[in-house]
């Protein structure tokens, strides 16, 4: 998938922040257990130089963006957290209303951004509660919270899938 020419510039520092954690881990400084906390660290601290702001976040994750960029990025806080388990989208009932991502790269996940205001993600939450009941909604911990509209449409925008890529 080609990327949104703004995205180009992040997902080249991602990288090259990767390579400096990997030369450190080669070199002995950074223990290989740590690297993907030190990309993910390193590359929160420079978030800012590239024109990201912090937009929100949840227990662990944090959500970066650019008043025109389309897109969020969203960095995990640590490894531990990314939920390698979730169920897969694909396999549920309301798997077109999930959100892709545009690119993932183990704690980086750039996907579109959606509308999560208040009154989108009620207005989200109450047409998937109407279509799908509030026991699937429950079972797939899909809430008011990581719901929204994208183009009109209710998604469900943070749903926890870690999908292995050839990325690494």
């Not at 994208?150 to 998604?155: C, P, R």
Request: with cysteine.
């Amino acid at each position: 998938m080609k990327l949104h020419e703004k995205l180009i510039p992040i997902v080249d520092r991602w990288n090259l922040i990767k390579e400096y954690v990997r030369q450190d881990v080669e070199s002995g400084d950074t223990h290989e257990d740590g690297f993907w906390d030190e990309v993910a660290d390193f590359f929160r601290c420079i978030a800012e130089t590239l024109g990201l702001e912090k937009i929100g976040g949840g227990v662990h994750k944090v959500a970066y963006s650019m008043p025109d960029l389309p897109f969020v990025v969203k960095i995990h806080e640590e490894e531990e957290y990314v939920d390698f388990d979730s169920p897969d989208p694909d396999r549920t009932p309301f798997a077109h209303k999930v959100v892709r991502h545009t690119f993932q790269d183990r704690m980086l996940i750039i996907q579109p951004k959606v509308d999560d205001s208040y009154e989108a993600g009620s207005d989200a939450y109450g047409q998937l509660k109407k279509e799908y009941g509030f026991e699937l909604l429950n079972e797939y911990d899909v809430h008011q919270g990581n719901v929204g509209l994208l183009n009109g449409e209710a998604v469900i925008f943070d749903f926890c899938v870690y999908r292995k890529n050839n990325n690494n």
